[in-house]
Structures are given as C-alpha cells and as structure tokens.
C-alpha cells in the first residue's frame, strides 16, 4: 500500500513537503509519480521518480515548481514546495506504476489515498 | 503532447443498462498504452483497464475496454449500483502521461 502523509494548510509563501511511503513490496524498484486534482477538477501528471537511482522526470509546467525526492532507504517519496501559491490548493495523491524496472510504461496500479493541500491567506 | 478528450461529460443512466464512455486521442497511441480508471467522490482513482482491452486485478467482467489508434471506448455492461462514478482515460505510450477530463457516470 502506499500512505500518504496527512492534510496540510499553509500560507502563501511557505514552504511544504508531503511524503508518500510504500509498503508490502520492494519500493525502490517501481517508479512512483504524483498526480495533481484540483477542486473539482481531473487528474494531472505532475512527474515521477525511480526509487532505486533517484531518476526523476516532470511534466514541463511543474519543473521548477515542485521537486519530487524519494529515499528508499525509508520506502518515501515526498513531492516539496519552495514557495506555495494559493493555485497548488488540490489534491495530491502519490501513485505506483506496476511493472518493475525501467520501464517507461507509466500507468498506475496503486494509489495513495491523497493529501489535501490548501494554500490561504 | 496527447490531449485526450472524453465523452460524453455526463452518463445519465439507469442500473442494468450498458454504458459506452469514449476517450479520444489527439494522435495515435501507440501500442494502445491506454488505461482506464474508476473514481467515486472522496476516494483515489482505481485501475479498471490497461492496455486498452485488459482488465486489472479484480474488476469484473461486466467492464470491457476496446480500441486503437485515436479511438477508445470502455463499456460496462449493466451498470451495478456501485459504477455509479467519474471514468478517465489516461494513455502512457507519449510523455508526458495525460488524462481525459472524465466522464461521469450517473443514476438517471
């Protein structure tokens, strides 16, 4: 399964990681991505990360906007925020693509249950 | 990249009826790398259909997807009173992955 870390409500400005932590399977072998979902809104791709050697990939409107990390010494990935804006208020749920390895075959077979982000003032 | 489009918006059907939702691509997919997903309000998406036309672990029959190209389709069969949900599409033949923006299925 994959447990996310809980709610957050942040200013804008501040900064944020929220984490997503795998078990019950070799984590560092499956990528792992994050998907977007505004109020209201459908799912968005924002990037994806190989536990095993760190290769990261993003969507191009999200590089610079966010980092995604993982340690897999801890079975974690966390997708961080320098400077919040009250646009990232969304959902945000961490996902694993089902085929180990390398592959560049990026579907997702298990889902975190999200995490709640709200950026107000 | 691939923009996916789906539809139609809103599925206004009765339970025991067959529901058709379409997903179209802006270009091909390649190798129908074409998944389906399941989402009821306040909970995650889940896998229906990868591949285009092959069901995930545990989903029932009554779900099918066909396919290719630019043109894919999910039907389910009769509509059982827990279908009742948001549907999207999502290719991964083309990065970045995209989705369709859903097709919400609903009890008429």
């Known amino acids: 399964q994959l447990v996310q870390s809980g709610a957050e409500v942040k200013k804008p400005g501040e900064s944020l990681k929220i984490s997503c932590k795998g078990s019950?399977?070799?984590?560092?072998?499956?990528?792992i991505a994050w998907v977007r979902q505004m109020p209201g809104e459908g799912l968005e791709w924002m990037g994806i990360?190989?536990?095993?050697?760190?290769?990261?990939r993003y969507r191009p409107s999200f590089q610079g906007q966010v980092t995604i990390s993982a340690d897999k010494s801890i079975s974690t990935a966390y997708l961080q925020w320098s400077s919040l804006r009250a646009s990232d208020t969304a959902m945000y749920y961490c996902?694993?693509?089902?085929?180990?390895?390398?592959?560049?075959?990026?579907?997702?077979?298990?889902w975190g249950r999200g995490t709640l982000v709200t950026v107000s003032s | 990249e691939i923009v996916l489009t789906q539809s139609p918006g809103t599925l206004s059907l009765s339970p025991g009826e067959r529901a058709t939702l379409s997903c179209r691509a802006s270009?091909?997919?390649?190798?129908?790398?074409l998944v389906w997903y399941q989402q009821k309000p306040g909970q995650a998406p889940r896998l229906l259909i990868y591949?285009?036309?092959s069901r995930a672990t545990g989903i029932p029959d009554r779900f099918s997807g066909s396919g290719s190209g630019t043109d894919f389709t999910l039907t389910i069969s009769r509509l059982e009173p827990e279908d009742f949900a948001v549907y999207y599409c999502?290719?991964?033949?083309?990065?970045?992955?995209?989705f369709g923006q859903g097709t919400k299925v609903e009890i008429k």
């Open positions: 999502q290719q991964y033949g083309n990065s970045p992955p995209t």
């Open positions: 270009q091909s997919v390649s190798s129908r790398y």
């Open positions: 996902a694993r693509v089902p085929i180990p390895g390398g592959t560049l075959q990026w579907y997702f077979d298990l």
């Open positions: 019950g399977y070799i984590f560092s072998n499956y990528w």
């Open positions: 990360i190989y536990p095993g050697d760190s290769d990261t």
């Open positions: 591949g285009a036309s």
